[in-house]
Nanobody
């Protein structure tokens, strides 16, 4: 079993900051990538940022310059620092991980957290 648990969401005023955290637990051999997605009401889920093995990070255009993703491979955690938040950043934010559970099964599978609500008021 693998679990991803997000934390750190909440209500913040426009221009404020929030830091989201994600912790992976369970039977995990290696995590290939971790990422953050978000889904606003009535919209499709979209990528916010993703980091491959802690080496390279991709940010969606709306996240560049405002959001910063980090990973701790040893702790199996990821964070998303969000600054200069705007009302349009309001969404449920999800943590995602592509990982391999054991040497007995090298299939890469993706897992999702339950999501954490971020609300930015104007």
């Amino acid at each position: 079993q693998v679990q991803l648990v997000e934390s750190g969401g909440g209500l913040v005023q426009e221009g404020g900051s929030l830091r989201l955290s994600c912790a992976a637990s369970g039977t995990i051999l290696t995590i290939n990538s971790m990422g953050w997605y978000r889904q606003a009401p009535g919209k499709e889920r979209e990528l916010v940022a993703t980091m491959m093995n802690g080496i390279s990070t991709y940010y969606a255009d709306f996240a560049k310059g405002r959001f910063t993703m980090s990973r701790d491979n040893a702790k199996k955690t990821a964070s998303l620092q969000m600054d200069s938040l705007k009302p349009e950043d309001t969404a449920v934010y999800y943590c995602n991980a592509y990982l391999i559970q054991s040497n007995d099964d090298l299939t890469v599978r993706d897992y999702w957290g339950q999501g954490t609500q971020v609300t930015v008021s104007s």
